[in-house]
């Protein structure tokens, strides 16, 4: 079993910045690829930015200039740096991990519970 925890949502004023954190536990050998996806209300899930273990990073083309990803490997840590916050960010943000379990040595993709990030006056 692998957990995906986030932690750092909550309110702020537009062009404010906030912090992600997503740690994955459990039952661990490595972690490919971890990222962070955002569904806002009526909208489907959209991938906002992953990087691999080696360091190479996407992201969406609304969030470029503005939110960096970053990793600790050693921590099992996915970061997102959000800075500008527009509130067409506001969303539940989820993170995501390809896992190659450290038990059967399967991968598979697990998910956070989302943590919410409002962007309001």
């Known amino acids: 079993q692998v957990q995906l925890v986030e932690s750092g949502g909550g309110l702020v004023q537009p062009g404010g910045s906030l912090r992600l954190s997503c740690t994955a536990s459990?039952?661990?050998?490595?972690?490919?690829?971890m990222g962070w996806y955002r569904q806002a209300p009526g909208k489907e899930r959209e991938l906002v930015a992953a990087?691999?273990?080696?360091?190479?990073?996407n992201y969406a083309d609304s969030v470029k200039g503005r939110f960096t990803i970053s990793r600790d490997n050693a921590k099992n840590t996915v970061y997102l740096q959000m800075n500008s916050l527009k509130p067409e960010d506001t969303a539940v943000y989820y993170c995501?991990?390809?896992?190659?379990?450290?038990?059967?040595?399967?991968?598979?993709?697990?998910w956070g519970k989302g943590t919410l990030v409002t962007v309001s006056s």
């Open positions: 995501n991990a390809f896992v190659w379990s450290g038990r059967s040595r399967d991968g598979m993709d697990y």
């Open positions: 990087i691999t273990s080696g360091g190479s990073s």
């Open positions: 459990g039952s661990i050998f490595s972690i490919a690829a």
